[in-house]
């Protein structure tokens, strides 16, 4: 029996162990948020729940990212201190930092396992193999080393058959994960190394998936991959982002669909002939930019340029005149003079960017760009000092748009709602808060008129029609 008095049967029907408990902690991207639903909904199968009520943890299964310098020592802390406040569970360490270094993980108190990103997707039966004391729920037990299940990414196998998702825990929108890997070679990134080539999930599984969200009551769907333009291009079917957008379009039902993070160099026609009346699409991007510099992003091997950005977004327009823009942005890659800097902030004016996401730039081991000279490089004092540049510029973007908007209509998704207050985002992502007389649930879509701006909360302030 389990703590509700339910009884763990195996797959032959056989009584086995109580039921145990698990928690997840995601840290990066948001393919890795869709692969922490993908293990949630599959625990039950081998006697692990989420956790609930007063339990305590079992296991704690740590989805690490491993993007900068800085998302790995925030993995290291993190799991530093969920061994510390819960010594009686075992620790699964996965994802991208697991990848790239398994025994650093491994030599970490209360770790039991560490997954590569291939073999994320069979945490469970990897779990199912240990010995029974390895995650055993007592305070002063003594475990065995930790197991390390790491291959090498290039041989990282094909997921055939992936599990339908039902819902995303404590989430108003579904995301639903097209491709995995890249295969571009951005001299300062890592990714491809520890993710592998980009492979692209069956049109058929996506239209089953998004049908599974509409029977779930989802009104907003985010396409999500980690090189998420480079969908299609490995399969015999033809069908790229463009065409899959369009059949998308078909199958959505009343849900809104939203391109998460895309490449620059991705917008080819099919993609903006996608954005046609009637489909769907939120009229917002969030452009993978990283510098509006040309040579620098020559230096990065982005493989386009200034003009290349300007055309596309124009071209967007034309067709969709209120999209709004979000965008990725390296502070101090190296050779980055000041010059370079101005140069992208003058892109982002030119191409009138709201929402912008600043990295400082962080040395990757065994990039073509960690090789760079240290005579070429900025220093960290002034890299600071220009990724606040950037975060001060894009303060005042919210404001200029809110101010635009005044007397517009939003459809705003809500994302919480408490004493009759609700908060949610537009179509074009703008942060909205509007008054409703009774409590209105998360997920729902609501038409809202633009009153005002709270500069304080950073919110625009609307009035539900």
Not at 58 to 84: G, M, Y
Not at 408 to 429: D, T
Not at 453 to 465: F, K, N, P, T
Request: charged share 25%.
């Amino acid at each position: 029996m389990d703590g509700r008095g339910k009884q763990i049967l195996d797959v032959a029907g056989h009584s086995t162990s109580p039921a145990r408990y698990f928690m997840v902690v995601t840290m990066g991207c948001r393919v890795n948020q869709v692969e922490t639903e993908r293990l949630s909904h599959s625990g039950a199968r081998y006697g692990y729940f989420p956790l609930q009520g007063d339990h305590s943890p079992d296991l704690l299964i740590i989805n690490t990212c491993s993007v900068t310098s800085e998302s790995d020592r925030q993995a290291r802390q993190l799991i530093r201190r969920l061994a510390r406040e819960h010594p009686q569970a075992g620790l699964v360490v996965t994802g991208c930092y697991a990848q790239a270094d398994a025994a650093g993980l491994a030599a970490l108190d209360g770790v039991v396992l560490v997954l590569g990103n291939g073999e994320k997707e069979r945490l469970w039966q990897y779990l199912a193999q240990l010995p029974q004391s390895a995650t055993a729920a007592q305070k002063d037990v003594v475990r065995a080393p930790a197991q390390v299940h790491v291959a090498a990414i290039a041989e990282r196998p094909q997921q055939d058959e992936i599990a339908l998702v039902d819902h995303f825990a404590e989430r108003s929108r579904a995301f639903l994960q097209v491709q995995d890997g890249c295969d571009r070679r951005c001299t300062f990134c890592t990714i491809p190394a520890l993710r592998g080539a980009s492979r692209s999930f069956a049109p058929e599984y996506l239209l089953a998936q998004v049908a599974r969200f509409r029977e779930h009551g989802y009104r907003e769907i985010v396409l999500t991959g980690i090189n998420l333009g480079s969908y299609g291009r490995d399969l015999s079917s033809g069908i790229g982002l463009g065409q899959l957008l369009t059949l998308l379009a078909k199958e959505r039902g009343e849900s809104r669909l939203r391109l998460s993070s895309i490449d620059p160099l991705d917008l080819d026609e099919s993609v903006l002939a996608a954005f046609a009346e009637g489909s769907g699409l939120c009229p917002y991007l969030h452009l993978s930019l990283q510098s509006g510099d040309e040579r620098i992003l020559k230096r990065m091997g982005r493989g386009y340029g200034r003009a290349w950005v300007i055309d596309r977004v124009a071209r967007l327009r034309e067709r969709v005149p209120d999209l709004l823009l979000g965008a990725d942005l390296i502070a101090g890659f190296p050779t980055e003079s000041s010059a370079a800097h101005q140069q992208s902030l003058a892109l982002l004016e030119e191409i009138d960017v709201t929402f912008l996401h600043v990295f400082r730039y962080s040395d990757r081991p065994g990039t073509p760009a960690s090789a760079i000279p240290g005579r070429f490089r900025v220093a960290e004092r002034e890299i600071k000092r220009r990724a606040e540049s950037l975060r001060q510029w894009a303060a005042g973007r919210l404001p200029l748009q809110a101010q635009k908007r005044l007397g517009c209509r939003e459809e705003v998704l809500v994302e919480q709602c408490s004493e009759g207050i609700a908060r949610g985002k537009s179509a074009g992502f703008l942060p909205v808060r509007f008054r409703v007389a009774e409590n209105v649930h998360n997920g729902a879509l609501y038409k809202v008129m633009v009153r005002g701006y709270d500069a304080e909360r950073q919110e625009i302030i609307g009035e539900m029609l």
